[in-house]
Each structure stands twice: as C-alpha cells, then as structure tokens.
C-alpha cells in the first residue's frame, strides 16, 4: 500500500478538525468524531482540496466501536500511517470539593481510560515507522481545573510512557504544547475572552505541522 493513512480522533472540530484538514490530501483521513456535521464538514473541505476521508462518526469512549473501527481500518489498509489523538472533555470549572460525580467520570472516561485503550488498540496498526501526536494543556494544578486538568496530565503520562517506551523501536511518539485557541472548550473555561488575540486552529495545526516535520 503506497496510500498515507491518518487517524484523527477528535476530528469533528477544534484542533482536530484543522489538523485533519491540513493533512489532507497527504493523508487519506480516517476522521472519528461525535459531531455528524462537523465530519460532514470536513468531508467537504478534505474534497474540496482533492483529498478523501472516511467518516466514522462515534465516541472514543464506545470501546466496541473503536475496536471495531481498528480492526476495519486494518482489513482495508493494514496500516496506519500517523494518529492524532485530539479528543477531549473538558469539564466545566469548579472548585475541587465541589466536582460533579458525572463530570469527573466523563473526563475520565473520555480523557484517560479511552487513551489507555485506544494506544494497544493503535500501536500494532503504526507499527515501527507510524507516528502519534498527542496535545498537552498544562493546567494540571491550576485552581477549578481540577477534572479537566488531572485527567489531561493522566492522559498525557500515558503518552510519555508510551514514548519513552518506543523511543528506539518505534512507533515515534510526539508531545506537542497548542497556543490558546477559539475552540468551544476553551469558550467554557474562559467565557468573556476576548476571542482576537487568540490563535486560528488552522494556523495552530500548520504551525505544528511544520514543527514535527509531517507532511501537510
């Protein structure tokens, strides 16, 4: 197979979205998100640059479906090229005596057990020449990110484990640090901010595109 395939979960909106854009039409794009139009959307846009997607509407969390989708990818490719995980909950701020049952267990799940899965799951299909990219946010520690940015940094010691791990053998296992961005998530941490002086997420992936040396 000559074909580049790309993972992008997360890739209905935000960083995500961008980064699935960007790549294309480099990469065919195996693009996982929970928002149907906004894959849609991005469909429209990987096509309109004579790229192609495959859409695969469903929630990282769904642990039989991404199992599934692995497997699929596999039979179809036998590969994958680069994944970027760009899937996350950010639960709304409060203080930490006050965290909400459902809330902490959403980030969780969505933050820290799905990345725990999903890498075996991943790992075999990159092989020893794939890439993965995972996004830190540093907020780990920062007062009322209590679930947002425990779950974050579990999620992000995973993936340096999993880099330290390959750092020889492969696959390689890149940690990258976005500027702030005008994305949903980041509306709900900081209502009222002034929208302007923050990054475009095309911009972002572009930037960091350049930065890991990937193809965009």
């Known amino acids: 197979m000559t074909e580049k395939i790309a993972l992008v ?11 699935a854009e960007a790549l ?21 846009r990987i096509k309109a640059k004579n790229g192609q997607a495959t859409l695969a509407p469903m929630d990282i969390t769904n642990t039989d479906a991404m199992a599934q989708l692995c497997r699929s990818v596999f039979d179809r490719w036998g590969k994958i090229d680069l994944w970027v995980h760009a899937a996350v909950h950010g639960a709304p701020l409060t203080p930490t005596d006050h965290i909400d049952a459902k809330d902490w267990n959403k980030s969780v799940a969505s933050n820290v057990t799905a990345t725990g899965q999903l890498i075996p799951f991943i790992s075999p ?11 830190d946010d540093p907020r780990g520690g920062e007062k009322f990110f209590g679930s947002y940015g425990a779950t974050k940094a579990a999620q992000i010691a995973l993936a340096k484990s999993w880099q330290a791990e390959t750092a020889t053998t492969g696959p390689k296992v890149h940690i990258v640090t976005p500027n702030g961005m005008p994305t949903g ?13 923050l990054a475009n997420p095309h911009d972002e992936a572009a930037r960091l595109l350049k930065e890991l040396s990937l193809p965009k």
Request: no cysteine; aromatic share 12%.
């Open 125 to 135: 299909l990159l092989g020893k020449e794939g890439q993965a990219v995972f996004f």
């Open 24 to 44: 294309a039409p480099a990469f065919h794009i195996v693009a996982v998100g929970r928002t149907v139009g906004g894959l849609e959307d991005l469909d429209d």
């Open 185 to 197: 998530t980041r509306a709900r941490f900081f209502p009222g901010e002034p929208r302007e002086a």
């Open 9 to 19: 979960t997360g890739a209905s909106r935000g960083l995500g979205f961008a980064f």
